[in-house]
């Protein structure tokens, strides 16, 4: 399985990115794809997840209202598209695999490398 993580970057504070994971080796349709960010000096958390084949979702409360995860079966990728982005939702975005519809770190087996997101206030 490989991961590729993109379309980081710099912004002000109330502007927008659109992260862009693309998956290979994977079967998608039994598949939990999702994101997850390291800001410095703190641990990982949990941003977004969906489940392939229903198209299900889960938020962390701090992404709730703010982003959306979606997937593009044709493309097979996933998007996180951020609004409203805030100074500290500056981190190193990474995109995963997992089994289950959790946000739980442990429970994602497959990473990719992280996009830096950089919120200037």
């Known amino acids: 399985v490989q991961l590729q993580a993109s379309g980081g970057g710099l912004v002000q504070a109330g502007g927008s990115l659109r992260l862009s994971c693309t998956a290979s080796?994977?079967?998608?349709?039994?598949?939990?794809m999702g994101w997850f960010r390291q800001a410095p000096g703190k641990e990982r958390e949990f941003v977004a997840a969906?489940?392939?084949?229903?198209?299900?979702?889960l938020y962390a409360d701090s992404a709730k209202g703010r982003f959306t995860i979606s997937r593009d079966s044709a493309k097979n990728t996933i998007s996180l598209q951020m609004n409203s982005l805030k100074p500290e939702d500056t981190a190193v975005y990474y995109c995963?695999?997992?089994?289950?519809?959790?946000?739980?770190?442990?429970?994602?087996?497959?990473w990719g490398q992280g996009t830096l997101v950089t919120v200037s206030s």
């Open positions: 995963a695999k997992g089994s289950a519809l959790t946000s739980l770190g442990y429970d994602y087996r497959s």
């Open positions: 080796g994977l079967t998608f349709s039994s598949t939990v």
């Open positions: 969906i489940r392939w084949s229903r198209d299900s979702t």
